[in-house]
C-alpha cells in the first residue's frame, strides 16, 4: 500500500474513533494543554503502529488498547517530570450523556476527578465500561479473563461511590 493511501486510511480511521481518544485523554489528564499532549502522543503512536494492525481484532478495540497504554506511560512519566447524582449503578444511559456535555459540567467532573484516583488498570477498564464496551471486549482489550473483569468493575463502583461521598 502506498504511503498515501495509508495516510488517508489512517485518517479515516482516526476521525471515526475520535471520540474514543478525547475520553481516554480526558480521564488521564487534567489540563487542557496536557490532554492536548496526550491526544497528540496517542495519535503518534497510532500512527507508529498503524501499519502492523492485523484486523485480528475490532479497530476500536485496538485504538482502546494503544490509547490506554500511552496514556498509562503518559501518566507515569508526568508523575516523574514534576457527585451531585449517586454513581453505584453506572447505568450507561445515565452515564453517557455526561461524556458528551461540555466540560462545565459538574457532575462530570466530579466523575472524572473520582475516576482519576483510581489505578491505572481500574481507571481503564472503568472507561472500557462506561463507554459501552461488552466485559468481553474489556477482557481482550485489557488482557484479562471476563470474571476478573466483572470483578474489578463492581469493585471499582463501591470505589467510586466511596470516593463520591466524601467529595460532596
Not at 507515569?76 to 466540560?103: N, Q, T, Y
Request: one cysteine or more; hydrophobic letters at 40%.
Amino acid at each position: 500500500m502506498t504511503k498515501d493511501k495509508l495516510s488517508e486510511q489512517f485518517l479515516g480511521v482516526l476521525e471515526e474513533n475520535a471520540g474514543i481518544i478525547i475520553k481516554i485523554s480526558r480521564a488521564y489528564t487534567n489540563s487542557y494543554s496536557d490532554r492536548e499532549d496526550l491526544i497528540n502522543d496517542i495519535t503518534l503512536e497510532l500512527w507508529k503502529s498503524f501499519d502492523r494492525f492485523n484486523g485480528e481484532s475490532k479497530i476500536s478495540t485496538w485504538i482502546y488498547r494503544v490509547a490506554l497504554n500511552t496514556s498509562m506511560n503518559y501518566k507515569r512519566k508526568k508523575k516523574k517530570d514534576s457527585l451531585f447524582i449517586f454513581l453505584s449503578d453506572f447505568k450507561k444511559e445515565e452515564i453517557l450523556p455526561w461524556l458528551v456535555e461540555p466540560e462545565t459540567s459538574s457532575e462530570l467532573d466530579l466523575l472524572y476527578n473520582c475516576i482519576d484516583e483510581l489505578n491505572e488498570i481500574n481507571k481503564a477498564i472503568i472507561l472500557l465500561y462506561l463507554d459501552g464496551n461488552s466485559h468481553e471486549e474489556i477482557s481482550k482489550i485489557m488482557g484479562i479473563s471476563k470474571t476478573n473483569v466483572a470483578t474489578r468493575i463492581s469493585r471499582i463502583k463501591e470505589q467510586i461511590k466511596d470516593l463520591v461521598i466524601t467529595k460532596i
